[in-house]
């Protein structure tokens, strides 16, 4: 301790290579953070989705309670497990298991295994903005869980160097990634490039696979600019990188989310040409909605470049996403009352509401659907679970017109 103190003074006239200081202090904080993880962020191995009520379960399913526990009562699919009381809880594994079964067994015209057919097209929803702490990764991590929960093939893409997507499902980037295992691996443009249905890992929720991040990813914003003068002509451009790794794997997945970085570069403008839709999220304060005017004229200015050059910025929507809004606080709303007038049906009726128990599930690194619903009050629990709930339906219904369902 002393010592830490003694170097940490300056000493008059002497100078300390900045090099030599950050070393010692990255590796004192790698060492303390590897002890500290097993503690606080719980390892993959141990990471789990809670099991549903039948209320729950009937909903996500999209049967009524009654007919749900017909098929249970029967042992016709799935295996809910039984409380003391009676009560049934489903696993994701059930309500899948049941889905199935309901498409192969009921002479009904609705699918309830809702994977894509025909010509409906991937969706990839690119979730963005340039301010850092808008909720962009809290939004693709519950988005992204929830539509498993409903049943899609779902692949979480982090484009995000800090990796904090990788990290709230149970990977550290420190530790858990190594060279090569991000999407960068797919999107490099030497000849280490490697397929990306290699690099893809699979998560602790059913139908959810995971692309994870590390800061290797910021390779790709330093090697953009050297490929964009030499590149050879069989090269793909930046921005097509992305969308080819995608297409490759397009047959195993419905939806791709993308945890964006909070910044414009090429990983960014990427993820916009890569993108069927974009979520733009925003707090809705001044600062806030100033910096997205910022980001939203630099991104129109360098899509006009893409453009030119040949890039996709045809989308099937873009929609700006409240988040961590209190609707007690007067000027927020007025906020989102200006940014409705506005944009009009482009702002996303449902907003995120802010919530001690998003909060509280974000510093152990878990979601929502992951803690024990008794670590908080029940409405502080039940109210956030509610709005995160609208928020997703409201772009699962956005995603199933895009596919001509609705
Ligand atoms: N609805 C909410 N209620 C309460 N806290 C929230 C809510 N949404 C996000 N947060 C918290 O706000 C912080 C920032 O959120 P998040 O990491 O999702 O933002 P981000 O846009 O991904 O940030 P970055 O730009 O650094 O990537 C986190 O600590 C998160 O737990
Ligand atoms: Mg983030």
């Known amino acids: 301790m002393e010592a830490a103190v003694e170097q940490a003074q300056l000493r008059s006239g002497e100078q300390d290579d900045i090099r030599d200081v950050i070393a010692a202090d990255t590796d004192q904080l790698t060492k303390r953070l590897r002890a500290h993880r097993l503690e606080l962020f719980p390892p993959t191995a141990s990471k ?19 007919y749900l526990r017909q098929i249970s009562q029967e042992g016709r699919a799935g295996d809910p497990e039984v409380s003391n009381t009676g009560r049934r809880f489903y696993s994701l594994d059930d309500m899948n298991a049941i889905r199935a079964y309901l498409d192969t067994n009921m002479r009904s015209k609705r699918r309830y295994v809702p994977h894509r057919i025909g010509s409906e097209h991937l969706q990839v929803i690119s979730v963005m903005n340039f301010k850092g702490g808008s909720g962009k990764t809290t939004t693709s991590t519950h ?44 999107i490099r443009y030497d000849e280490e490039r490697r397929a990306l249905s290699d690099i893809i890992r699979p998560t602790y929720v059913s139908g959810l696979d995971l692309v994870p991040g590390n800061l290797e990813l910021m390779e790709f914003e330093h090697e953009t ?15 097509a990188r992305l969308s080819s790794a995608f297409e490759s794997v397009a047959d195993r997945y419905d939806i ?11 990983l960014t403008l990427s993820a916009i040409c890569a993108a069927t839709s974009v979520l733009l ?12 005017n910022q980001f939203l004229i630099m991104m129109r200015e360098l899509l006009d470049v893409v453009a030119r ?10 929609r700006y996403l409240v988040t961590r809004y209190e609707p007690g606080d007067g000027p927020q709303t007025q906020m989102v009352g200006f940014m409705r007038s506005m944009f009009g049906q482009r702002v996303l009726t449902h907003p995120m509401v802010k919530s001690t128990a998003i909060a509280d599930a974000g510093i152990t690194k878990q979601t929502l659907y992951e803690v024990d619903r008794q670590q908080f009050t029940r409405s502080t629990y039940d109210r956030a679970i509610e709005a995160l709930d609208m928020v997703n339906s409201e772009i699962e219904v956005l995603v199933q017109r895009a596919w001509g369902r609705v």
């Open 309 to 318: 050059a040949g890039g996709n910025t045809k989308h099937d929507w873009l």
């Open 48 to 66: 789990t989705i809670r099991r549903f009520s039948a209320a729950e379960a009937a909903k996500l399913i999209g049967v009524n309670d009654g």
């Open 281 to 292: 999220t925003v707090h809705p304060q001044m600062l806030d909605v100033m910096s997205m």
């Open 143 to 186: 988005l992204a869980q929830y539509l498993a929960f409903r049943g899609y093939r779902v692949l979480a893409v982090d484009l995000d160097p800090q990796a904090s997507l990788s990290a709230m499902f149970g990977q550290q980037p420190e530790f858990d990634v190594g060279p090569n295992e991000t999407i960068y691996g797919a």
């Open 256 to 266: 791709i989310v993308i945890d964006c970085p909070p910044q414009l570069g090429f």
């Open 225 to 239: 600019p050297k490929a964009l003068t030499g590149r050879g002509a069989e090269d793909l451009m930046f921005f």
